[in-house]
């Protein structure tokens, strides 16, 4: 069993920054997929970015250009790197882990934009 926790959320200003942990328990997180995503009120779950095994990311149209995932296998930890942040950036985060077809969710982290 795969157990995620994530961390660094809080209320930011516009344009501020933040940057989001989630650290993974068990020995599968250097041979799994990893991403955050992000939930608003009253709207769907959706990627925000992620990172294969090998490296390959990918990001959400919306936050390209201003944020930035990173894994680091010895620490069993991805992160995402939030710059310039907006108040429609505002959201529940949450990791996950995808190994061999079984997703692994966090309880998330609220992010909140507001002046």
């Known amino acids: 069993q795969v157990q995620l926790v994530e961390s660094g959320g809080g209320l930011v200003q516009p344009g501020g920054s933040l940057k989001l942990s989630c650290a993974a328990s068990?020995?599968?997180?250097?041979?799994?997929?990893v991403g955050w995503y992000r939930q608003a009120p009253g709207k769907q779950r959706d990627l925000v970015a992620g990172i294969t095994s090998s490296g390959s990311i990918n990001y959400a149209d919306s936050v390209k250009g201003r944020f930035t995932i990173s894994r680091v296998n010895a620490k069993n930890t991805v992160y995402l790197q939030m710059n310039t942040l907006k108040p429609e950036d505002t959201a529940v985060y949450y990791c996950?882990?995808?190994?061999?077809?079984?997703?692994?969710w966090g309880k998330g982290t609220l992010v909140t934009v507001s002046s």
């Open positions: 068990g020995r599968i997180f250097s041979t799994a997929s």
């Open positions: 996950n882990v995808r190994h061999i077809g079984v997703n692994y």
